[in-house]
């Protein structure tokens, strides 16, 4: 990955404000919403994840293109899910935000692991 092409410093950014979307998610939780425990665990892993797979793409690490594509599918799923799922337009809102930060990185990820593929 060379970090002066646009979309190789486009990947980590975008992942590093998935990171943010799923901390601000946590938000939600500390107002007293009725949310499983369970997701705001998915929520930090997801978070973290994201941070961990932003440091290794940002250093060229190839392990990070597996985990960036990995972790954009789950928050994709997730941000349909809660989509559909909630019943305020807040959640709706926050679902949708979800699906497109997971989209973006899927965007920008999918063509630099297509090209070791094919290299």
Not at 74 to 84: C, E, H, P, R, S
Not at 95 to 119: E, F, K, M, N, S
């Given at each position: 990955?060379s ?27 500390l ?56 019943g ?6 926050v ?25």
């Open positions: 990955m970090t002066s092409s646009p979309t190789a410093a486009a990947a980590p950014v975008a992942l590093v404000l998935s990171a943010i979307v799923d901390f601000v998610n946590l938000g939600g939780y107002t007293g919403a009725p949310i499983p425990a369970g997701i705001a665990g998915i929520d930090i892993a997801l978070g973290v994840g994201a941070l961990v797979a932003a440091g290794g793409l940002w250093g060229r690490q190839r392990w990070a293109v597996p985990l960036a594509l990995a972790l954009a599918v789950i928050t994709v799923l997730l941000g349909i899910t809660g989509f559909l799922a909630s305020s337009m807040t959640g709706k809102v679902g949708a935000v979800g699906v497109l930060v997971g989209l973006a990185v899927l965007a920008l990820v999918v063509p630099r692991a297509t090209r070791r593929v094919v290299v």
